[in-house]
């Protein structure tokens, strides 16, 4: 008993450190858990620490739209400003994101330092081992999260200067903070999963748990972003050798609130998006809406009509939190993009028809062809939008996506009779670091 209520007091203690959280200090001596029991207790708490991405990728996407009239009473005037895309967001508030995100880090690096003082016996080992592949997984998740909002794109011949974000690994609240470069970044986010993968189970008791298959999947992200199509393949085909199924949208029930069912078998690990409040008001964006096929079921089960509005409802999380896990239908089309930016087109093609066989109405499917392995990859990327809609990854494709000329693509917005836009490549990509943290850690801020 007593063990629990330290254990509480140190889940309580870490979730209150919201501002400014890499200097927040804490008692580490009085509450620090100290059994394998205690640790994966810290790794389960999902609802508060872990398995939550940043929203403001979403927020600045062009997944969705919402009215002027929603747009005024949103909750926070950094969602307000993010969805216009304007130079300063924050207005005073502390930057959630920012904070989650290094609270994750933060966790994952006290799990880390206590398994290093304990010696396992041979029956612990596989306790051991899993617990500190699962705080490396976490880790390298947050670091990578927190460079698709706060750090320029990946380009691998244009790195040199390039800010990446503090790279933390200590727990020690008193370690001094500096940015580390982009290079040195994206390397420790892949030393994390690399780790990882030799130390996580192949699957997980729980989705909601790191495993190897996740852990590929989530490399084989990493590395479409650093457009290293390769390495990407190579990491989509080791995810899809250990969980390939995909669901056949023509058994779900389009009557239902909610088709899709949380922990379906197309999810490999589970992770929802921060709850801002403009998910609520949001509509589907109506030119994404009008490119669905009548035939194509993703407009029935990912959408619902309101009041004429195209309301997403396509939640992989049995709830109205968005989706940000890894689940088969991103990795299938992951690998089908990198076999057609390594010229197969027939291999991308076949991936990307088995996915929309399970997506097209019994009968009306009609394999996707192309004469060029070009042509299949703009099919491919086509598809991956309507797919992967409001799954917290559109905002890393605009990025990587505004190198080439021809998928560039410039976002507009209008509220009340005023335009917003921003162009490909703008400054406005990356977001800037919250005040506060700058402020306290003297590290430069973005240039926006």
């Not at 190579?234 to 995909?246: Q, R």
């Not at 949208?249 to 949380?262: T, V």
């Not at 004469?371 to 494709?397: G, H, M, P, Q, Y």
Request: charge should be negative.
């Amino acid at each position: 008993m007593k063990r629990v209520i330290i254990l509480f007091t140190f889940l309580l203690c870490i979730s209150s450190c919201s501002d400014d959280f890499l200097e927040k200090k804490s008692d580490k001596s009085i509450i620090v858990p100290t059994t394998y029991n205690d640790l994966q207790s810290l790794l389960d708490n999902n609802v508060d620490v872990f398995n939550m991405d940043p929203g403001l990728g979403f927020i600045g996407s062009d997944d969705y739209t919402i009215e002027e009239m929603y747009w005024q009473y949103l909750n926070t005037p950094t969602e307000r400003n993010a969805y216009i895309w304007n130079t300063e967001i924050y207005e005073g508030e502390t930057g959630y994101d920012w904070n989650a995100a290094y609270k994750q880090v933060f966790y994952s690096n006290v799990i880390l330092e206590q398994l290093d003082r304990l010696d396992p016996s041979e029956a612990e080992i596989n306790t051991w081992n899993t617990l500190r592949g699962s705080a490396l997984f976490f880790r390298s998740m947050a670091f990578f999260n927190l460079l698709q909002l706060f750090a320029s794109p990946y380009h691998a011949n244009d790195l040199e200067g390039k800010p990446g974000i503090p790279i933390r690994l200590t727990a020690d609240i008193n370690a001094p903070i500096t940015r580390a470069s982009l290079r040195e970044s994206y390397d420790q986010v892949i030393a994390d999963l690399e780790e990882a993968l030799a130390l996580l189970p192949v699957h997980a008791a729980y989705k909601t748990r790191p495993s190897k298959t996740a852990a590929y999947g989530l490399l084989a992200r990493i590395y479409l972003v650093m457009r290293d199509y390769e390495k990407a393949k190579v990491f989509s085909d080791s995810c899809l050798v250990h969980s390939s199924a995909l669901m056949d949208y023509n058994q779900l029930d389009p009557a239902k609130a909610r088709p899709i069912a949380q922990f379906n078998e197309e999810v490999i690990f589970h992770s929802t998006q921060t709850s801002y409040g403009i998910r609520v008001d949001a509509y589907v964006n109506v030119d994404l809406y009008a490119s669905y096929d009548n035939n194509d079921l993703r407009k029935v089960i990912f959408v619902r009509n309101v009041g004429g509005k195209p309301v997403f409802r396509g939640w992989y999380t049995g709830s109205t939190r968005l989706f940000s896990g890894i689940a088969t239908d991103e990795i299938y089309l992951t690998r089908a993009e990198c076999f057609a930016r390594l010229g197969d087109k027939d291999k991308a093609l076949a991936d990307l028809n088995l996915l929309l066989q399970n997506r097209c109405a019994n009968g009306t499917f009609v394999p996707r062809a192309a004469s060029t392995a070009e042509e299949a990859l703009a099919i491919v990327l086509a598809e991956r939008r309507k797919e992967l809609l409001f799954r917290n990854t559109r905002w890393s494709d605009l990025r990587r996506l505004n190198a080439e000329v021809n998928f560039a693509t410039p976002l507009t917005r209008t509220l009340n009779g005023a335009v917003y836009t921003l162009p490909p490549n703008d400054g406005r990509f990356v977001y800037p670091i919250p005040p506060d943290e700058i402020l306290i850690s003297g590290i430069p801020q973005n240039a926006r």
